[in-house]
């Protein structure tokens, strides 16, 4: 069965076609809504009302673009909405102006992995402008409209989170040499 197929089947409410869609994007998209929770319970919360609402909204798919692109999109909106919903989402620049430094590129090329582990220990503002911008690829003018925030905050936000990161791999670093 092809995409579209597939797309029309879930429509018709075919349960079978609704499991396979599910199968084969379910990994895909926990891996997203990890990224914006660090708690798991939470993430498959996100998921799960993420394919519902992929689900209730199939039958306004164009068949134009993407299909994945256009059900993540609805996954990130869904995670963004449940951090707004649950209030765990809070930005408090003034907490994290005084830790902002030059955005200078990192010197080395640094792991895909490394990167996300260390995702989680960033604050939570940091960590949700950070994944939207760098990950997902939003503006960030999208950003401030979708986190009900200024861009320069976004973009304060971001600056932030590359430097904490730099840190922390800078320390990993240093704790890798030091066991050789």
Request: charged share 30%.
């Amino acid at each position: 069965m092809d995409e579209k197929q597939l797309i029309k089947a879930c429509i018709s409410n075919d349960s079978k076609a609704q499991r396979l869609l599910y199968e084969k994007y379910d990994a895909r998209f926990f891996a997203v809504c990890k990224r914006y929770f660090t708690d798991i319970q939470q993430a498959e919360d996100a998921l799960v009302k993420g394919f519902l609402k992929i689900f209730q909204n199939l039958e306004n798919y164009s068949f134009e673009g993407s299909f994945e692109g256009w059900m993540r999109r609805i996954m990130i909106n869904e995670c963004l909405m449940e951090l707004r919903k649950n209030k765990i989402f809070h930005l408090n620049v003034d907490d994290y102006s005084s830790s902002i430094s030059s955005n200078q590129e990192a010197s080395q090329q640094i792991e895909e992995d490394d990167v996300m582990k260390l995702l989680d220990y960033l604050p939570e503002g940091c960590r949700l402008v950070f994944t939207l911008y760098v990950i997902e690829g939003y503006k960030h003018k999208e950003i401030a409209e979708s986190l009900g925030i200024t861009e320069g905050t976004s973009k304060s936000q971001l600056n932030l989170a590359k430097t904490k990161l730099k840190e922390m791999l800078s320390k990993n670093e240093n704790i890798k040499s030091s066991l050789s």
